[in-house]
């Protein structure tokens, strides 16, 4: 089953003058075992958006469906706190919900509240500790005095550690270096391919998008503005115009030699592609 | 959180709005202390009149007031039981068994209910009407005859209106986290009392961290703009009493002394 909206209404503050519709009749499918990107330009309702998949905001109107479950606007939701331990929801800025005294506790914390035991929940934050490249020298450190790149790392692991199906990450990449970027980036990516979780993930950063995400979910108002494969939906870049999307440097530069009458053959996908047809170009001319 | 209206700023365009927060806070000042004076129901009625009519030139609605009163009803109504419990004076009102409810009980209760009312009608019509920073302003000018006993007015202001410009802040950030944490499978409305200890922990501790870094970066960034505090500083806003504002001083004096007398003659 995938993940489904059905005419989905978010409205904050219903009834006061402050009333804000930040969803207006959302119909969307994920499918699962994809990466999928959601962008769009802030206050756009991504964030609103995500914070209905593991139910942290029920629907004003319509229905989500989810991994087998169904919440509507209109019934009292039920098995909330399982479903949160099968939809992992990464918050942006996720460092500031860390608390406990060490790093291995505040990991194991997740677990534990889904019920396992000491033992299973520290096995369990060990592993996703050791993912996100936290080595056990940290196992013991309080995670207040760690640097921000590796409290966001221990934060991202607290959710792992939950071993949700689905992951949904807002934002997970903001503030970081672009070495840090990259390593997170390969670790949802790899996180998707050989644990075949679904991943969700918010973000601004085109070249993420398209070197790491399958589909793309553009929202604009409260609204799905558009949806395709990241592929397709790059190679065009007027849409990408269209939609408010600046599209990556690679495509930009593609286009640009187009326009000077290269015949850049589509599907060129990294830099090092290009570089290589760039090369074997100049070989045939030269 | 929309439904809290005791205490609260409503944005409205009328005269009392306008007024000098110096001017209105001492006027407060002076009528609450009248509302001490033990005038009667004359003296309250007067009182009465009075609030009711800066409620009517500030065009704040009834139903607003009602909603600041709302939460002293059940105050009033436990302060009740225990008048009925304590007081036997006075004619008996009605009997159950052996119990009695004696009349001076009710009025006590009515007497503390209409005091109550009118402080919180005279704050309000300050509270409603006054922007937070005009308040602290206000406060400072008020203060400032003080430092020559070396009361640090400046320095309170400042706290006051840091500590009100942090309330919407703390309270986004603390629904931050509970969203945070409850996405970690954290139950913050059922569980055992020690997972509710170890839930309310998961709120509190990443909410002082970051309470305790704004507050850093907030004294990083006002030494950088070179504040000092206790030297002197100029103010974009220059508070100036007008015509009415004497007016409206006149008034609360004059209403004050009248009670006075009244309490006096009583």
Redesign the interface.
């Known amino acids: 089953m995938p993940i489904a909206f059905k005419d989905v209404s978010h409205v904050y503050s219903a009834g006061t003058p402050y009333e804000y519709r930040a969803l207006d009749h959302v119909d969307l499918e994920i499918q699962e075992g994809k990466m999928t990107a959601v962008v769009g330009q802030t206050g756009s309702g991504k964030s609103t958006l995500v914070q209905h998949l593991n139910a942290l905001l029920l629907p004003t109107e319509g229905t989500v469906y989810i991994l087998d479950r169904t919440i509507d606007a209109n019934k009292k939701p039920k098995q909330l706190k399982s479903l949160r331990g099968d939809v992992g929801l990464v918050f942006q800025f996720p460092e500031y919900q860390l608390f406990e005294e060490t790093v291995l506790k505040d990991t194991a914390f997740g677990p534990k509240n889904f019920g396992c035991t000491v033992e299973e929940a520290e096995k369990r934050a060990k592993q996703a500790l050791q993912l996100t490249g936290i080595g056990p020298e940290y196992y013991e450190r309080s995670p207040l005095e760690l640097s921000g790149g590796q409290k966001r790392r221990v934060a991202i692991a607290g959710i792992l550690a939950m071993d949700p199906r689905v992951l949904v990450l807002d934002e997970p990449t903001a503030g970081l270096d672009p070495a840090g970027t990259a390593s997170m980036m390969k670790l949802f990516r790899r996180l998707n391919q050989e644990l075949h979780k679904t991943v969700l993930i918010v973000t601004h950063d085109m070249e993420q998008v398209y070197r790491y995400c399958d589909e793309v979910i553009v929202v604009h108002d409260g609204k799905i503005r558009h949806q395709e494969s990241s592929a397709e939906f790059f190679k065009d870049a007027h849409l990408c115009n269209e939609m408010g999307v600046l599209p990556p440097s690679l495509i930009r530069l593609e286009e640009m030699m187009r326009e000077f009458g290269f015949a850049v053959p589509q599907g060129i996908v990294t830099e090092e592609q290009l570089a290589q047809w760039i090369a074997q170009e100049v070989k045939n001319h030269g | 959180m ?1 439904s809290i209206a005791l205490g609260r700023y409503i944005p409205l365009d009328s005269v009392v709005h306008k007024m000098d927060p110096r001017a209105k806070i001492m006027a407060m000042l002076i009528v609450l202390i009248a509302v001490f004076f033990p005038s009667g129901w004359i003296g309250y009625a007067v009182l009465f009149a009075a609030a009711s009519l800066m409620i009517l030139l500030s065009k704040l609605s009834v139903g607003f007031i009602w909603r600041a009163m709302r939460p002293m009803l059940i105050m009033l109504v436990f302060l009740l039981v225990i008048n009925a419990l304590v007081v036997h004076t006075g004619p008996v009102l009605f009997s159950i068994g052996s119990f009695s409810v004696y009349l001076d009980a009710v009025l006590q209760t009515l007497y503390i209910a209409v005091r109550l009312l009118l402080m919180i009608m005279i704050t309000t019509c300050l509270t409603a009407t006054t922007k937070p920073l005009d308040m602290t302003l206000g406060i400072e000018d008020l203060l400032k005859p003080f430092e020559k006993i070396h009361v640090p007015a400046h320095e309170i202001a400042m706290l006051i209106s840091i500590a009100l410009r942090f309330i919407p802040d703390l309270i986004d ?1 603390t629904q ?2 509970m ?9 913050l409305q059922e569980g055992k009392l020690k997972e509710k200890i170890q839930a309310i ?2 709120l509190i ?2 909410l002082f ?2 309470a305790f870094q704004r507050a850093e970066d907030l004294a990083n960034a006002m030494e950088a703009r070179g504040y000092m505090p206790g030297e002197p500083r100029t103010r974009y806003k220059v508070l100036k009493m007008a015509g009415r504002d004497y007016i409206l001083l006149a008034c609360a004096l004059i209403t004050a002394v009248g009670i006075g007398v009244l309490a006096w003659a009583v």
């Open positions: 929309g950030e931050r986290i969203k945070a944490q409850e996405s970690r499978g954290v139950d922990l998961s501790v990443p961290v970051s």
